[in-house]
């Protein structure tokens, strides 16, 4: 018999990362996958994951649409709330034997505590990791409720360890994020013109090199000064004349004030040269970031996909702090002198060399390889 | 101003563990009590806290009522669901400086996930320790939530900061559970007469000596096996002939099938000398305790508070496996024998000199003062 | 194509209402049954419907544990609230053609909303009927949510118009409960013996006559006087020292207070001859009332079944207030001597003749047939 | 003692129409109100009506985010779910003497039952129309579970009465809507501005004459249409070339479709004379409406207050369908040429008399009067 192997996609950037191992799952003989989608990947608003799911030939097993509207951290946890409600039916019918959850945004601790109490074997794909944010907290809880560790680098791994995760359960598989990225460079597509795929909004200019990049969340554990932050990064980059693809912030906790000070700069500066979309397929955004001069921002795009491309990227503020980086990343407080002057030196620098600090390109096969023969348990000890 | 200090409790163990500080709290120049009542805690079937509350003079800021009925896993999932969805309008009410949460029960995840997710500081009372059943892995992802963390032990202080707990951040308080214990053995009440209080069903027998207790809650990870566990233990004592007390099991999953086979036990032997109880207030529970000869199940309160009172434990099954004990508790499997066995020799070993492994009864106090002074924060990172 | 008939049943009085359309429904050609069940029609507590369901060869198209564990008003909000977050997932799933709704239990109103906001055309089962208590105010509600009526009584029909219902979506069918009364009448099996199949607690009498049935429920709007209520006809029964089959009551706001008031009856009266069931499949439970001198309560049953079965009915209180009756029933007021008199009076009429005011027995496949060929709608409108 | 009033606001066009009952509760010195804002009245998305409110010295009793965020059918039950699991402790905590819900939007059914279960008598303004769509069931279900009906035209209360509400319970009110109106016209404001206070996208104009104001919402009955309908309205208006007020639909099901077709016909339209807005304080709104050439649509605003300001008005398809209605309007299908014959028509036409068909002016204090002195009660029965 196939395991069954249930993955709970919670949000876009979360898809972007797991594609490979979702083809690497369909493709193993043994193994038998069973998608559920939720919260934002739901939500055009947030670039719905499930035209492209469809399109890569991923079906759908059921849909949980928990997203409580607003961007209060009271709607954060009554959106992990509504999960845990509508998760357990879905795993009674599904009867996965094994639940998959994806790093560390807030919604996902609904699919860890559903899995676990149930007593269904929790995987857990890129725990292990330091950061700021409330994404810090939920990552470790999370650790600490799986049953198997599939962590990106050598020191996620040595970490997990360190908090009494058994070894036997902790596998350095790699990022998979990178998996498509090294797919990329083997296969570019040079003609890709994002202006064509996904409209946006703003100035148009001509690709496809000397553009920026920005990704910008606000920070729940920050989330009253999300207004203030953004527009310091609005104003760094306005500076710059730069042409930039600037991508609309996720439902993060404050994401509300993020966007309200995207508007009021687009009205007070309709002539920039920043072009604004709100998201794109995973393929699409790495094509995009592989001819950029820069990513600016806090994702964690500019710390894994940049550092193997060897984009430059300027990381702003506590988002990613402690993440473990390669030398394509500088720095930067909510400054925006601090911003311009990082900004000045990257691209004053240029390309990085690649570095595989967090995966090569296989991870998808990999995680497939282990899910399928892994012992399966749900009991589990601190190891000291 | 005073530090509003959100305490949740959700079930009548978790009162009886943390009455002392609700006290310390409560008489604290620089605290404010803020107490929200949730889950089993408030409902009779499993003895409402909220009489003993009111008894005590604690007023309860908010009531959750969040139990889902039924004892299958996918009811502890909604409930700690539930719970998620109301106490974002508690906590946005009482505004708390910090929010307290007990041990490791399933639906305090609720508590800790709500704190951590609206960035109010968590308070951890009892991490660090370490057993069997989903408890364990829900303590442990507590801890990640939580920014103080008291504990009961020097070895869960060590465990806490291994696991990457910032060292500033853990306090050795020991157990306050204990300090009701040492008031107890101070001020003993010879005459308490539980069939007085609490009527229970089954034969009464004369107290105050020469008695068993019995508490075996079912085990969320071994659920399907909850009526043999139950039946095993029922054989043993009933061929004892030994007059017990026997308590009714909490909310878990797999309860039902415990009361079930209590319930079918109690038809087919209505003359043994068992007497079932539904609960009594902490005070009295421990009363009966002191005297007892012997504590038989699987409930902590065998390895902390009879740790205490030297009252020797038969400890069957895994729900506390790998909790720290004195030299008062012997282990058994599920098996009739064995647990006859165990229950043989320490009724021949009679009272243990007590062990104040967890704590020596001055807790609550400690934690108040604890709560009072300590810098207040809801960004934390891994030590490592 | 076959049209796809979702029937929500939610508590075990319905199922025995509406079992004979079940099989109307599974044995007709042009239908498909999809059958769901919530609330506490999944809780052993309540007897759980799904055993004999299955006995029938009904198979459960999907569970919705819904129910809030408590007797209070606000756990019956709670619970409704409950099943309205889990029904979209089963009714997007399901895409049946009509959604089947039974009666008036407040957590009916879930199902009936939620295929009305998502374009269900809403078929409402014993609507337009009169009585006390919350029911009265959830069944004309739900009418008016629903695009079809299926009613038990021709004055039933003339009041739905009367409430503006168009008349060409009203059927008279007589109620489907009166099916299984008629089949037991054609078919009796002399030889029930209900201690055989249902232990129950208290003492044991000899069938088959010469016996009382006790039905009483909480009535919400009265909630706080629950316990006075089940006391005065529980001593009003003790007092006539007949032998008693006396049924626990359903999960209604208020039902720990008439429970509570039973087991400390017990308590009190341990050589009484009241025998106390937890509940009985439909046809047993018919059997049982077909042979009974009186029942005695607040149950529609009273009313409905032993109107046809011209069984002697005490009805109490204001629960059945202005329900249609047939001559079998005597309406009293929450008084033990009133009670009393009652009873005599019925114990000395005997049994009265067949009345058909609810029905004749060909109600299942009545129901069958119209919902094979109704037209499909779900928008309708005031007809003045 | 005061009577404690608390009124549940779900939307700003509900705030719109209560806001004089409002004024008139805090007024009273017999009455003391409890506001509580919920669903899209509490969104910035929606306008949320909170900084309203506080401008117009209304204190916010409390607050319950529970819109679910998507614009599928399933999400205005889970809406309508997550209302009546928050809404009872609001209720326990505030205990009000009444409990008011407004007109018929879906998420009111969670205020309606939640008082109506917790024995709260309900209070219904609107009751008794006749519309289409979604609306129509929810209405007459409030009606239902309601226990004082404050209706806004003679027929409504006909209507009522005809549906068995008890005739001693139902108060013919006038709509409070037509207050605001009423005050306007009293001390009209001849400088108002619009793109002063609220920005909106689109090309200016210069007021105050010769404009169309435009407001359609989706129909959930219809949802899947909603984009067709929408590109239809935007169409005939483009033709006309008239400058144009246009606003923003509501959150109901088919919502997404709406905000597409319009984002879609920006894009293509950007010279357009059609200018948008998310929304407008109540009073702002009636002074844009007393000036308007006519209001093209499907807003009931077309129905009542253009009745009584006299301004004409194109109603289109099935939303409004049945209700009383003035002279000033002019029913079309979702046709592009009926909806310019019709608009033609209309403005050759120019202003109508006044018509008090909706009431007078006084319905916030008459409202007020009955609340404070009508017996309070939360039992009903059908009159027939």
Same mark, same amino acid.
């Given at each position: 018999?196939?395991?069954?192997?249930?993955?709970?996609?919670?949000?876009?950037?979360?898809?972007?990362?797991?594609?490979?191992?979702? %083809?690497?799952?369909?493709?193993?003989?043994?193994?038998?996958?069973?998608?559920?989608?939720?919260?934002?990947?739901?939500?055009?608003?947030?670039?719905?994951?499930?035209?492209?799911?469809?399109?890569?030939?991923? @079906?759908?097993?059921?849909?949980?649409?928990?997203?409580?509207?607003?961007?209060?951290?009271?709607?954060?946890?009554?959106?992990?709330?509504?999960?845990?409600?509508?998760?357990?039916?879905?795993?009674?019918?599904?009867? @996965?034997?094994?639940?998959?959850?994806?790093?560390?945004?807030?919604?996902?601790?609904?699919?860890?505590?559903?899995?676990?109490?149930?007593?269904?074997?929790?995987?857990?794909?890129?725990?292990?990791?330091?950061?700021?944010?409330?994404?810090?907290?939920?990552?470790?809880?999370?650790?600490?409720?799986?049953?198997?560790?599939?962590?990106?680098?050598?020191?996620?791994?040595?970490?997990?360890?360190?908090?009494?995760?058994?070894?036997?359960?902790?596998?350095?598989?790699?990022?998979?994020?990178?998996?498509?990225?090294?797919?990329?460079?083997?296969? =570019?597509? @040079?003609?890709?013109? =994002?202006?064509?795929?996904?409209?946006?909004?703003?100035?148009?200019?001509?690709?496809?090199?000397?553009?920026?990049?920005?990704?910008?969340?606000?920070?729940?554990?920050?989330?009253?000064?999300?207004?203030?932050?953004i527009?310091?990064?609005l104003?760094?980059?306005?500076?710059?004349?730069?042409?930039?693809?600037w991508?609309w912030p996720?439902?993060?906790?404050?994401?509300?004030?993020t966007a309200r000070g995207i508007r009021s700069f687009r009205?007070?500066?309709?002539?920039?040269?920043?072009?604004f979309?709100?998201?794109?397929?995973?393929?699409?955004?790495?094509?995009?970031?592989?001819?950029?001069?820069?990513?600016?921002?806090?994702?964690?795009?500019?710390?894994?996909?940049?550092?193997?491309?060897?984009?430059?990227?300027?990381?702003?503020?506590?988002?990613?702090?402690?993440?473990?980086?390669?030398?394509?990343?500088?720095?930067?407080?909510?400054?925006?002198?601090?911003?311009?002057?990082?900004?000045?030196?990257?691209?004053?620098?240029?390309?990085? =060399?690649?570095?595989?600090?967090?995966?090569?390109?296989? %991870?998808?096969?990999?995680?497939?390889?282990?899910?399928?023969?892994?012992?399966? %348990?749900?009991?589990?000890?601190?190891?000291?």
């Amino acid at each position: 018999m196939k395991r069954k192997i249930c993955v709970v996609v919670t949000a876009r950037p979360s898809y972007s990362r797991i594609q490979t191992v979702l %083809s690497a799952i369909r493709e193993h003989p043994d193994l038998e996958l069973q998608l559920v989608v939720a919260a934002t990947a739901l939500l055009e608003k947030y670039g719905s994951v499930v035209p492209d799911m469809e399109k890569e030939g991923f @079906p759908v097993y059921a849909r949980v649409y928990n997203q409580v509207e607003g961007s209060l951290p009271a709607q954060a946890v009554k959106t992990t709330g509504l999960g845990l409600i509508e998760l357990p039916a879905i795993l009674n019918d599904a009867r @996965p034997h094994m639940v998959v959850t994806i790093g560390d945004r807030f919604e996902t601790l609904s699919t860890a505590i559903a899995a676990a109490y149930m007593n269904i074997p929790l995987v857990h794909i890129q725990g292990g990791e330091v950061t700021g944010s409330i994404d810090e907290k939920v990552r470790h809880a999370i650790t600490k409720l799986a049953d198997l560790h599939l962590v990106a680098s050598e020191s996620a791994r040595t970490r997990l360890i360190r908090m009494g995760e058994d070894p036997a359960t902790v596998f350095h598989t790699g990022c998979p994020s990178i998996d498509l990225a090294a797919r990329l460079i083997q296969a =570019p597509d @040079p003609d890709f013109d =994002p202006f064509q795929y996904y409209q946006g909004v703003g100035k148009r200019f001509s690709f496809p090199t000397g553009y920026l990049v920005v990704l910008q969340h606000a920070v729940p554990t920050e989330y009253t000064h999300a207004r203030a932050h953004i527009e310091i990064t609005l104003q760094a980059i306005l500076e710059t004349n730069i042409p930039t693809c600037w991508f609309w912030p996720n439902g993060d906790a404050g994401a509300d004030d993020t966007a309200r000070g995207i508007r009021s700069f687009r009205e007070k500066y309709p002539g920039s040269t920043i072009h604004f979309f709100k998201n794109m397929a995973p393929l699409h955004f790495l094509k995009l970031l592989k001819n950029a001069a820069c990513l600016v921002g806090n994702s964690s795009a500019g710390i894994r996909e940049c550092a193997f491309l060897g984009i430059p990227a300027v990381n702003i503020g506590t988002r990613q702090q402690g993440r473990e980086r390669a030398r394509n990343v500088i720095d930067t407080e909510y400054d925006q002198a601090a911003i311009s002057k990082a900004l000045i030196t990257q691209l004053a620098h240029g390309k990085y =060399p690649q570095d595989t600090l967090y995966g090569n390109g296989d %991870s998808g096969r990999k995680i497939a390889g282990i899910l399928a023969t892994v012992p399966l %348990s749900f009991v589990k000890q601190l190891t000291y």
